[in-house]
């Protein structure tokens, strides 16, 4: 394979670079249209409706229809706005969201993957930018509702920012690794870390879900308190990024917990990267359906929960693994 | 070192906003997240139905009660024929009595079923919402088949109903009470027992009796305080007084008492339609009124059990066959005197979960 | 801490269930027999007694008519405004030769204000299409082919002269589907 990761920097690594990340965004563009339509799909197989039906067969081409509504509308800024920064939160919420997928190793053969040894920490480090975007967003939109919603995305994501990076830790005190590549060969290897971590998964999906800003942690964006958060005054293609910051994100958390928990691509029989699809769409599917069942948690119980009961579970777990390691 | 400076805010909350059930508008000022004072503005809904009853024959008036609690257009209509009935002095044929309790309790268990469905997607979770259309749907079908409407049903008349129950509709009552239990039981799995929304409503928005009785709350409002008060038990109209049921109380008065308290109240309703579709017989669906319907000059007051509190009538009449004045108690108008009081000092995640659970209609707040 | 399991569970129950959605513009709702719909008019029943207009609680329906040659009241013009009609019933129900009635026709969605202006023509063209039309007519054949074979029976009875047993039965049986007809099309009016 082409090892551009390591080789020096040259016209050709340069252009693969470019056309892998071309590459990617398409790829990663088409994901986030199915995963809205399946979300949709799904959800309302759950509440006994039949979902989009109307656009092509199945209605297969409704989230395709969605995106184009949305290029073709007007980008309005309101006129009390802070111009440069409300056109500059989307970007900066949705940039980071879309460098992440470079860590993350699809399969076996790591073509689009940077195989950097602090992947998990760069992984957690960018993803905390895309909090910046959100909370610039809900600012400078000078809108009650969006403030109230950047307020709350700010306390939410910052206090769970903790707990989630408390319960990865355990996963590389077992590797002795922050590289994910050799996260999933040490898994393939051995065990899938689901089973002796399963304390550490279970707080990185709920911490997960909460730096998702998805029900039951959607408060944010709590359409039926602040109308729609931190994106109430965003229209068009503005708010189409914020969408898509979003479910770029259910994504690549899928695809973390994918590879840090239930051994990445490896698996038998089938190739690396359908092992790969399978997990992270079981991990997609357990959010769709968290979304159809729960009620939204207030404020103030989201955050004693995170401080109360998250983080000194997963402070424990660390204790305990890395016991075991040291063993 | 100088202090962080803070300052309140002004946050309209509606006429359009997605939860105040329709177009009402709540003016809260909030520190942060803390309300510190909320103000109510009620009217964007206002028709006149008063206003306008008073040209009206009291035949006239009963399309208009409809669409005062839209979700309990049964139970309006019964309202108002019921208070012209008192001031009559009218005999109701036995199978008509029989009819309204049965077409009533039902409108009450679909207007409680939306209750718990439109509260719960206040409070997040879609599902329930779409779940309830189901089983209000067989309601809203059995009421198309009898009055031929699904919303706005103008069924009563004064002195009976207006149609007899079309074949087989009984039956189909008498296969619906199962059906129900069956799902008020798959409710209790789906919402009930969540901790999410156990820890969001339970202690909150509580009052006490005292106060829900100054407040002259009714209904569900003032049982979930423990107060016994409904007004099927103590003060018997129509044949309420034949059926066995229990009133349900609540202990707290939060949140939680009162959406539980319409779990149980389905129940009880349940027991109702059960008992009277067993003890209907046959006979006239309109009892012997004058073909002009003309109330003998005096003040009457005829008030019943709504699916939201006391709905009372108060016809004022020079012995027209208009009333010289109406007055309609509508419990949503009252319930909501309290909310004030409830909001000060509470979240901003708080103000949806006490708005919903005191249950307003906005149709009826306005009048 | 189980009770959020049970609620996954009562959701992903649902799943396989079969879906509810109706689909509504390519098939269209089949309403129960009281359906309270767009109304159908029918002048040659109106005898313009006036009594639905003025039973009307939002003064929706106007009429007029006039006396022809034989002192009989006809119906010239017949309106109802949709912009204010609640479609109460009101109307159908106090309508003593039944020429109001209503239909199970529900859209009435339109562009402009003046097509909810209804007139006697459009209401009569409802009735057509969408009314009791075709159950009048049916029951209006019916009973010229019963008086038809009551007239033939009579014949018969006179002709024979002691066929008593069979005449009155026979009538009875051809006399029953129509009234079945007449009932089934009776949107309107009090059932008693």
């Known amino acids: 394979m082409l090892n551009w990761q390591s080789s020096p920097l040259t016209g050709i690594g340069f252009l693969g670079m470019v056309i892998g990340g071309v590459l990617i965004l398409g790829l990663i563009l088409g994901i986030v249209t199915y995963l809205i339509y399946f979300e949709r799909k799904i959800i309302g197989w759950m509440q006994l409706r039949i979902g989009p039906n109307r656009v092509g067969p199945f209605g297969l081409m409704q989230s395709i229809a969605d995106v184009l509504k949305l290029l073709i509308k007007e980008d309005i800024v309101p006129e009390n706005a802070d111009r440069s920064l409300f056109l500059l939160a989307p970007i900066i919420a949705f940039v980071p969201s879309f460098m992440v997928l470079a860590l993350i190793p699809f399969t076996a053969t790591h073509v689009f993957t940077s195989n950097t040894q602090v992947g998990l920490l760069l992984y957690l480090a960018l993803s905390s930018i895309t909090i910046l975007g959100i909370v610039l967003g809900g600012w400078a939109s000078n809108n009650k509702y969006s403030l109230l919603g950047g307020m709350r995305s700010a306390a939410q994501m910052v206090s769970y920012e903790i707990p989630l990076g408390m319960s990865v830790i355990g996963v590389v005190l077992l590797t002795g690794s922050l590289n994910l590549n050799t996260i999933v060969v040490a898994q393939s290897r051995h065990i899938w870390y689901i089973i002796p971590q399963i304390v550490g998964f279970i707080i990185f999906m709920i911490a997960g879900l909460a730096e998702l800003n998805r029900t039951p942690f959607d408060l944010p964006e709590a359409e039926s308190e602040l109308v729609a958060g931190y994106f109430t005054e965003y229209s068009g293609f503005r708010f189409a990024f914020f969408m898509l910051t979003e479910y770029v994100y259910v994504f690549a958390l899928c695809a973390l917990a994918t590879t840090l928990f239930l051994g990445g691509w490896s698996g038998p029989f089938l190739p690396s990267w359908i092992w790969f699809a399978i997990k992270t769409s079981a991990c997609i599917f357990f959010i769709f359906w968290v979304r159809a069942t729960m009620p939204r948690i207030r404020g103030d119980q989201l955050m004693g929960f995170a401080w109360k009961v998250l983080i000194p579970v997963a402070l424990a777990n660390l204790i305990v693994t890395a016991g075991v390691a040291l063993l | ?367 | 801490m189980f009770g959020v399991f049970k609620g996954l569970g009562v959701t992903i129950r649902q799943l396989p269930k079969k879906k509810v959605t109706l689909m509504y513009p390519e098939v269209k709702p089949v309403w129960p027999e009281r359906y309270r719909g767009i109304h159908e008019f029918i002048p040659e029943l109106c005898i313009v007694c006036n009594q639905c207009a003025r039973i009307c609680p939002t003064d929706c329906i106007s009429l007029s008519g006039t006396r022809d040659e034989n002192k009989k009241l006809r119906i010239d013009t017949y309106d109802i405004n949709f912009e204010i009609c609640i479609l109460c019933d009101l109307c159908t129900e106090v309508c003593p030769t039944e020429s109001i009635r209503m239909t199970d026709q529900f859209e009435l969605a339109s562009y402009t204000r003046d097509s909810l202006y209804k007139d006697m023509k459009w209401l009569y063209q409802n009735h057509i299409e969408h009314g009791s039309y075709q159950a009048l007519q049916a029951a209006k054949t019916e009973e010229e082919a019963n008086a038809a074979r009551e007239a033939q029976a009579a014949n018969a009875e006179a002709a024979s002269g002691a066929g008593q047993k069979a005449s009155p039965e026979e009538a009875n049986a051809a006399r029953m589907p129509a009234d079945e007809t007449v009932s089934s099309s009776g949107k309107g009016g009090q059932p008693e």
């Not at chain 2, 005062?68 to 139970?75: E, F, G, H, K």
């Not at chain 2, 149609?163 to 039956?171: E, F, I, K, T």
């Not at chain 2, 007004?231 to 349900?248: A, T």
């Not at chain 2, 309703?269 to 319907?293: F, H, M, T, W, Y």
């Open chain 2, 1 to 367: 070192m100088s202090t962080l400076r803070s300052e309140e805010m002004i946050l309209n909350v509606g006429p359009q906003h997605p939860s105040t059930h329709g177009v009402f508008r709540l003016v809260v000022t909030i520190d942060g997240e803390e309300i510190v004072d909320a103000d109510p503005v009620v009217g964007y809904l206002h028709r006149g139905t008063e206003k306008l009853a008073e040209n009206l024959q009291y035949t006239q008036i009963i399309p208009y009660t409809d669409r005062l609690d839209y979700l309990a257009s049964m139970i309006n209509n019964y309202a108002l024929v019921h208070a012209v009935e008192y001031a009559l002095d009218l005999e109701i044929p036995e199978r008509a009595e029989h009819l309204r309790i049965i077409v009533m309790e039902l409108n009450r268990i679909a207007s409680h079923l939306l209750f718990v469905g439109a509260y719960l997607l206040d409070l997040g979770a879609m599902s329930p919402f779409l779940y309830v259309f189901q089983e209000r749907e067989r309601i809203v079908q059995l009421f198309t088949e009898i009055c031929g409407a699904r919303l706005t049903y103008n069924y009563m008349r004064i002195g009976g109903v207006k149609w007899d129950a079309p074949p087989g509709w009984l039956q189909k009552v008498r296969e619906f009470i199962p059906f129900m239990r069956e799902k008020i039981r798959m409710y209790d799995d789906l919402i009930s027992g969540n901790e999410i929304f156990l820890n969001r409503v339970k202690g909150t928005g509580v009052f006490t009796q005292e106060e829900a009785i100054n407040h002259s709350l009714s209904g569900i409002n003032l049982r979930s305080t423990g107060f016994n008060w409904d007004l099927r038990k103590n003060q018997p109209y129509g044949i309420y007084d034949r059926f066995d049921f229990d009133v349900v109380l609540g202990q707290k008065g939060d949140c939680f008492d009162r959406y539980w308290l319409h779990m149980l109240e389905m129940e009880q309703s349940l027991r109702i339609v059960e008992q009277a579709v067993e003890a209907i017989g046959d006979g006239l669906i309109l009892g012997k009124v004058p073909k002009l319907i003309r109330v003998p000059a005096g003040e009457y007051y005829a008030g019943i059990e709504g699916a939201r509190g006391e709905l009372g009538v108060y016809i004022v009449s020079d012995g027209k066959d208009k009333p010289y004045r109406l007055k309609l108690r509508r419990p949503s108008f009252v319930n909501l005197q309290i909310l004030r009081k409830l909001l000060i000092g509470q979240s901003m995640s708080n103000l949806i979960a006490i708005l919903g659970a005191v249950d307003i209609v906005l149709g009826e707040v306005d009048g």
